[in-house]
């Protein structure tokens, strides 16, 4: 590899790398005012005072991660199964145009328009309304994810199950599901992350009821208080690069 | 007669695939259906197995009607051109899995796959997954996979289609011994000419969704519509000093 070509890497690298390591670096930040460039105070405080005194931080640390692996799982499972009733049917082509209604209204206007009935079933403001909301933008995703896998072959998969004596479910717990194993997993973790880092939806339907991390990070944000925001952010960027590290070294290796 | 099909049709649309077709088979035989691809083959097939609803007519076996039942009810193993051994199983746990599902005890079903993986001449490859397979050793562990379950019909649909010569040949052999072996009855769908004559004990030509059935081999080969003429025409016509 030419010198050229690293230095070029490098850089890629650092640009990848430094947003994370500025969030790290002013979430243990203090008194950092114009124009001194470096902060004032350097230190534990900011992240104690939340543990301690903020301790509503780590409640909607764990509300977040909650909210996103019920959505996850419910986006998935659900959406697995549906994905092939409707890929075999008749009418395919116009329910996929329904699945794909949230995104090209947009999952915030979404939200607007379904407001009312939030309202009148009495789930806005809980937990299981911004969990049925964020359902409502998952499932479609992971509906339009399987379509790939009910191709033609996995038919004849299906075909060959039961012409040598097994059932449709037998069919499906035996073969289907450890073929669609890798494909699973992936959309478990899309789907988290649609959940996790969902604000306009979450807002509009939590009523600021439900702080989720996201947020708690546009709170402080809108409250000026950088530092606080920074250690939103890292407790909101780590559990998805964790996923993603997982999801890479696991799973994507075995599918290619 | 084992297998008795009756005025069988099957329209896709406005498409007439089989068009009342009729067909009889005694046990332990097994007839090749010659037919260009289109012509309806595969269609007959998914309709005896079951996968696939008929229009009209009826299919028999050992003198009991199948309208009505499921695919698994049925007993009938159809078995594709491709090999589609399972991608997360062995060797041993494709060849096992149809008795699996019969929840055959696990002790019985090691016994008959290692008698099975011994005919198949697949010694030492019974925990290899299928990918580090060839294409002939893959196609092998799918007959053992219908075999072992000792359907009452197989149905093969071109499953030499995709081997090479040599392989073909070898695979060839390999069924009519495993077909001696457990008596099996099948339907062996090809569109090669001489895989159709080596293959069946009886011989029919599929053409435009309808069958036809020769009395005897003699017939097929005197038939200008099987082919069969031109063929030996052709390599003669190579032999021709003047060629």
Redesign the interface.
Known sequence: MSNIKRLALFFLGLGILFPFAYLAFLSFSGAWFFPEVLPGYFGLKNWKEILSTESDMGFSFFSSLGISLLVATLGTGTGFIWSKSIAYHAQKESWLVLAYFPYMLSPVVLAACLNFFFLKSGLSGTWQGVVLGQYLVAFPYSVIFFQAFWNHRTRQFEQLVLTLGGSSNQAFVQVLLPLAKGMILVCFFQTFLISWFEYGLTALIGVGKVQTLTVKVFLYIKEANFYYGAIACCLLVWPPVILLYLNKRFVYNRLV | MFLEVKQLSKSFQKDLIVDRLSLSLDQHRTLSILGRSGCGKTTLLKLI???ETADQGSIWVNGEEMSGK???E?????L?Q?D?L???LTVRGNIG??L???KVAPSQIAEQVDLMIERLELQGQGDKMPQQLSGGQRQRVSFG??II?NPRLLLLDEPFGSLDVGTRQRMQELFKELAAIYGITSLFVTHDLKEAILMGDDIGLMKKGSLQIYSDKQDFLLDPQTGVRSEIEFWESLLKPNY
């Open positions: 197995a079951g996968l499921t695919p698994a049925r007993k009938i193993v159809y594709y491709e589609l399972f991608p997360h899995f149809g699996k599902l019969q996979r219908a379950t």
